[in-house]
């Protein structure tokens, strides 16, 4: 489990370290636009393509961060054995969503051949690390369904 911690903390470095070059990119070709008349040649589809780096390899690290929106209210007043018996529960049934969609995706990614409108740039390899940060938030999701497992069946 400590492996899925740290590969899921190197990817959300990644991507915060991407959304600070999407930043960067946003400056130069808004400064570019409205200061030289010379925007960024491509700068959206390439921020669109960011995204996707941004986006799919957080996943994991934001689920075992626990930094994904919970609604709690009922949940929080119950024992802690019966809040990881509900929330073992909730990541089974995420699990067997995000398995499904995981699943799909990859099926997707084997056979996208589609290009940008620009700059002529490959979907193929994005779809592909779509699919991969979906099979890590699986991952993570497994972890954290092994952790609330442990908290039940310790005393």
Known sequence: MKIIYSLNRWLGYLSVTVMGLMMLLTVAD????????????GAT?????MMVLIVFPALGWAALGRT???????VS????????????????IALGTYSLITWRSFLEA???????????????PFYWLMSVGFAIF?????????ENMVKVVKK
Do not use: M, W
Request: glycine residues 2%; proline residues 5%.
């Open 77 to 92: 007043r119950l024992p802690q054995k019966v809040q990881a018996i509900v929330n073992a529960v909730t990541l089974l």
């Open 138 to 146: 699986c991952l993570a999701i497994v972890v954290l369904i092994i």
């Open 45 to 49: 589809e390439i921020s669109r393509l």
């Open 68 to 74: 994904h929106v919970k609604v709690d209210i009922l």
């Open 110 to 124: 084997a056979v996208v051949n589609r290009k940008t409108s620009l700059l002529a740039l490959p979907f193929t």
């Open 30 to 41: 808004v400064s570019g636009r409205y200061f030289f008349n010379s925007p960024i040649t």
